[in-house]
């Protein structure tokens, strides 16, 4: 009914005309709250619109964060404030680009929502499930051009990304990955894991024949976890231990669906000709550029357009290099311009 009201309404309506040659107003820059709902939960977000022409439809860019308890802005109630997406919302506003960045499960406002009384349930494909409610909310903003869609995710948030590239529609026109989690989430960890116990050892702290111990408990405890077995903690390091005892009980079922996805593999439902930038830091410890080798040749085969991968010296899994410790680093904010205009 309301639908054909407003058409009479339209019908009706005096309308002022802009005279001709006339150049639209400028609209200033403005932030402004957006609510969605994906799975019962409403979340929420801030849509960053960029100083525009009056009428005009926009670019714009979803943002996704990386693993954890991260809100809108990038941060952790941990203390952890590197304000990675407002960053990146201020970044792409030079290009013109409205963003939506939003406080996934467990932060924010959006806190666990329907899954208050059982987080045990929140795994992965729940976080996918709000992300693409939130590409549909930015899509349908007055501001945005529906067909001009990008996604930019950092670290987990890119692995989200790329697989939000394959199903969402319409197809994104680009996806930015950001030192993204591009192989399975337990290799990942385990390889992580190796490379903090083979410094330790090169301080002392573990002899080679330790080393070697517990690089094999962590590669059983990969099997076990994989296998749905308890993890046997008796060869590794407390700490470890401590880790791989929180991969399971309430966080096993996000675990196990997380690790189930092969980013590589998620390529190959790509549009062709999808512009993709990938990213990765010569000191990102976290995500090391040569776990991004496989996803690069799966980009590749999936026909993706540039710029492709970039490697960017210095900068580390924060996308922070020693000269700009809480700002983004200025080979990553050239990448993304090079994205942005390409």
Do not use: W
């Not at 976290?286 to 540039?306: E, F």
Request: charged fraction near 20%; glycine fraction near 8%.
């Amino acid at each position: 009914m309301f639908r054909h009201l407003a058409g009479a309404v339209m019908a009706l309506a005096v309308v002022t005309a802009v005279p001709a040659g006339a150049t639209p107003a400028l609209v200033p820059a403005a932030d402004r709250e957006v609510a969605f709902t994906a799975d019962g939960t409403t979340a929420y977000g801030t849509l960053h619109v960029p100083e525009h022409r009056a009428g005009q439809r926009l670019r714009a860019a979803l943002l996704l964060p990386g693993s954890g308890p991260t809100d809108r802005d990038g941060n952790q109630a941990s203390g952890s404030a590197p304000d990675t997406l407002a960053q990146l919302a201020d970044t792409l506003d030079k290009d013109g680009i409205a963003t939506l960045r939003f406080d996934k499960y467990g932060t924010g406002r959006t806190g666990l929502g329907a899954y208050q009384s059982h987080p045990e349930d929140l795994d992965y494909p729940a976080f996918v499930r709000q992300a693409r409610a939130a590409y549909e909310a930015l899509r349908d903003q007055p501001e945005t051009d529906p067909h001009a869609l990008l996604v930019v995710g950092h670290s987990e948030g890119a692995m989200t990304a790329l697989l939000l590239g394959g199903t969402v529609r319409p197809r994104p026109a680009g996806l930015a990955l950001l030192q993204p989690q591009a192989i399975r989430f337990l290799d990942l960890v385990a390889l992580q894991l190796k490379a903090q116990i083979a410094e330790a050892t090169r301080q002392g702290q573990f002899t080679p024949e330790q080393q070697r111990t517990v690089d094999a408990a962590i590669d059983a405890a990969v099997t076990s976890l994989r296998a749905r077995r308890p993890v046997d903690t008796t060869d590794l390091p407390t700490p470890v231990a401590r880790l791989f005892e929180a991969f399971q009980g309430p966080n096993a079922r996000f675990v196990e669906s997380d690790d189930a996805v092969y980013p590589p593999d998620t390529a190959a439902a790509l549009r062709p000709g999808t512009k993709v930038l990938l990213t990765c830091g010569t000191n990102d410890v976290q995500v090391p550029c040569d776990t991004t080798n496989a996803l690069k040749t799966a980009l590749r085969h999936a026909h993706a357009g540039g710029p492709g991968r970039v490697v960017l010296p210095g900068v580390d899994h924060l996308m922070h290099d020693t000269d700009h410790p809480s700002t983004l680093a200025p080979p990553v904010r050239d990448a993304l311009h090079r994205f942005a205009r390409s």
